[in-house]
């Protein structure tokens, strides 16, 4: 989200999907919005606490209002800078323009956030309606000569490029790399197709992501029997029965494919027969033959992304990505995903011996297929281990494992939170507040956590911001930033337990909030990172999640407040790797099927993506009970954007963030003040203003090495 101000709408946009507001809002007519139209929140600061956004104020055609005013208002930027009669500097031209679009940017740093959380039909359609309009716009603004005439005139400069100070100079360095990869230099005909393949790709890749929502929430498997429901809990038996009830089956028993609903029939399921309809409902959304099939999409995508690289001057797409990536290019990429998979096949053999063993053990003689793998690999380790996953679920307690990670950050970086819910707008009911303070007393940042389950919320997990870290004459503005997540359900009976993945996945997303708390860049251009370096602070962050002494800190039980006993804790340690060829395979095959789309140069004739898939894994000696973990038609992190040529960037920070714990662990104390500032001051906060490697050894002192990773995967 923090690019430059001309761009962040449009990557808004490709990112996130669908938004809600009160059904007041949305049931207003025409005239009424017409007769309050000065009214519109976005058009002035928003008078609430931290000028946060009114979202229950906010209506579908302040919306539409808002983008075509900031449209029209960057435009009029735009051409000021362009029409400018002085000779180019970086102020006139390039810190202008970082600064133009103001309220565009405004209205998307809400829009986005709430599309992918609470997505409505209306909302859904004001995408569609946007997507074109942005695209245009952002090309208005790239292919724009006399501005990038402007840019360039600052950009051969080096006379005056010397008075330019450090972060001045990474701002001019990317603004001008940003024009040339968005086409800058390319003649009128080709400009002309660019803006319609961008345009079309937009449009595509935006109709995937609300397919993929659609069929992960309205895709059910139901069941009549409750003795069908034979090894779930009964917290999962009355989550079903709820859904069922709210979808008008009143005594059955529904699962949709939020991970929180369909991943405990997986694990805990007896019934193989169920187990394989969840199983297929799960892995085949997008690939059902209806009206949100995602095949023809998938493919049509890829092949215009393939004319898109070739128009600029690249053999593949990913040539395209990989540019301005830590990787720079395939090979490296390629060379870290083999390096890891065949250990990790391996590894998964392995853990298929023990899953054979299990189902002979009871009597079995079947193959063990797709939907037994998680079942009997559940069984195997307990078997091992003596380890019971539901046991472990009683010690986390979202709130206390909240309080933990807040915790792990107080530790780290003196930092606290103090819970405004109540005092700052909410979205969402459930949704918390809090403020977070540095360790000087100054506000840090506004921080809220959505983490329940609802229909109009698209799945997996995530951080974003309602407003990035900014300077506001000359004052340093607090980002708000979010973290989203669809875990398990409070109930009547007991609160939200997390299972230890969920935990996992807390203490990731609160390593991307910490990143965008810790942000300190004075221009919006310089915000970013690498795609493959901004999982590092996410990712180190779950070493922490287990490690006793933190443990001790959360970790208690839910109706007791007991604190988890350290026997249950060793079997936790001793059966942490157990598991991971599984884990492994799966996430490494889906990052080779985006690299195998992405670096085609040509598409045959009736390319059948899921065939593609299937064939490249086959030839790469995937055992035959392990699916990718997102399959081509659910896989949104490349086919909806974002992650796009880029799903290895998890592996790749896997890397730094394994060996980034390391030095932690060297000085003895997992919380060494002098380690976590200089991680803070190196990695957390120059935003993109370094590249990545360069932040990297400038923290660790030399370039990060892979051993760490494999050992903690139980690879080496």
């Not at 392995?350 to 899953?355: P, Q, S, T, W």
Request: with cysteine; hydrophobic share 35%; glycine share 6%.
């Amino acid at each position: 989200m923090n690019k430059t101000l001309a761009t962040s709408f449009a990557l808004a946009l490709a990112l996130h999907t669908g938004v809600h507001h009160a059904a007041t809002a949305q049931t207003q007519t025409a005239e009424t919005v017409q007769h309050k139209a000065h009214s519109n929140p976005f058009f002035g600061d928003f008078n609430t606490p931290q000028n946060i956004a009114p979202f229950d104020r906010i209506t579908i055609e302040d919306y539409r209002q808002a983008v075509k005013k900031g449209i029209e208002q960057q435009k009029k930027e735009v051409a000021d800078i362009v029409n400018n009669r002085q000779r180019p500097t970086f102020e006139n031209t390039i810190a202008a323009l970082d600064q133009s679009g103001k309220l565009l940017y405004k209205v998307f740093m809400t829009f986005s956030p709430l599309s992918s959380s609470n997505s409505t039909a209306e909302f859904r359609t004001l995408q569609q309606e946007f997507s074109p309009l942005l695209s245009a716009h952002s090309d208005d603004i790239y292919l724009n000569p006399q501005l990038f005439a402007r840019v360039k005139a600052v950009y051969n400069n080096k006379k005056a490029q010397r008075r330019l100070t450090h972060e001045q100079k990474s701002l001019l360095d990317k603004t001008y790399k940003n024009f040339v990869r968005e086409g800058a230099n390319l003649n009128d005909a080709q400009k002309t197709v660019l803006r319609e393949l961008n345009t079309e790709i937009a449009q595509l890749q935006l109709q995937f992501s609300q397919n993929l929502m659609f069929e992960t929430n309205n895709t059910f498997v139901t069941v009549d029997n409750v003795d069908e429901l034979k090894g779930l809990s009964q917290d999962n038996i009355d989550r079903a029965a709820t859904l069922a009830k709210a979808k008008g089956a009143d005594g059955k028993w529904m699962f949709n494919m939020q991970r929180a609903s369909c991943m405990p029939v997986l694990q805990y399921a007896d019934n193989r027969d169920l187990r394989k309809k969840v199983y297929l409902a799960y892995v085949n959304r997008g690939n059902q033959g209806n009206q949100y099939d995602s095949k023809d999409l998938s493919r049509r995508i890829i092949e215009l992304r393939i004319r898109k690289a070739k128009l600029m001057g690249f053999q593949d797409f990913a040539a395209l990505i990989l540019e301005n990536r830590m990787a720079k290019e395939s090979r490296a990429v390629y060379n870290l995903l083999n390096a890891v998979w065949t250990p990790a096949v391996a590894k998964a053999k392995e853990e298929i011996a023990d899953i054979r063993a299990e189902i002979a053990r009871e009597g079995g003689s079947f193959e063990p297929e797709g939907w037994d793998f998680m079942y009997y690999q559940n069984k195997a380790k307990q078997a091992k281990y003596a380890f019971n996953e539901a046991e472990l679920s009683e010690y986390f307690e979202i709130n206390n494992v909240l309080q933990g990670v807040f915790g792990v950050a107080t530790r780290l970086y003196g930092i606290t939170f103090k819970e405004r819910t109540g005092e700052y707008p909410v979205y969402e009911p459930s949704a918390k507040a809090w403020d977070v303070y540095d360790r000087d007393g100054s506000l840090l940042a506004v921080f809220y956590s959505d983490y329940e389950p609802r229909e109009g919320k698209r799945a997996g997990a995530w951080c974003t911001s309602f407003r990035a870290q900014d300077y506001v004459n000359n004052r340093r503005q607090a980002p708000v930033v979010v973290n989203v997540c669809s875990f398990t359900t409070p109930t009547a009976e007991k609160p939200a337990l997390l299972t230890a993945d969920e935990v996992t996945t807390l203490f990731h997303e609160f390593g991307h909030a910490l990143h965008s708390f810790f942000r300190d860049v004075h221009y919006n251009g310089v915000g970013s990172v690498e795609r493959d370096f901004v999982e590092l602070p996410s990712q180190i962050l779950e070493h922490w999640a287990f490690q006793p002494e933190v443990l001790k800190t959360y970790a208690r039980h839910y109706r007791t407040g007991e604190v988890i006993p350290m026997d249950l804790v060793q079997k936790l340690e001793d059966s942490g790797k157990y598991g991971q060829g599984f884990a492994t395979v799966e996430y490494v095959a889906a990052a080779l099927v985006d690299m195998d789309l992405h670096t085609l140069t040509t598409l045959p004739e009736n390319f059948d993506v899921m065939k593609f898939e299937a064939d490249q894994l086959r030839q790469r000696g995937i055992p035959q009970q392990i699916q990718p973990r997102y399959r081509v038609t659910n896989f949104s992190h490349t086919m909806g954007g974002g992650y796009t040529a880029g799903y290895y960037s998890y592996l790749w920070a896997e890397v730094l963030d394994a060996d980034g714990f390391e030095a932690f662990r060297e000085t003895g104390n997992i919380f060494d003040p002098a380690t976590a500032q200089k991680f803070r001051k190196y990695i957390l906060t120059p935003g993109g203003i370094d590249d990545g490697m360069t932040m990297y050894t400038n923290f660790r002192g030399r370039q990060p090495a892979i051993d760490a990773l494999l050992k903690n995967r139980g690879l080496k």
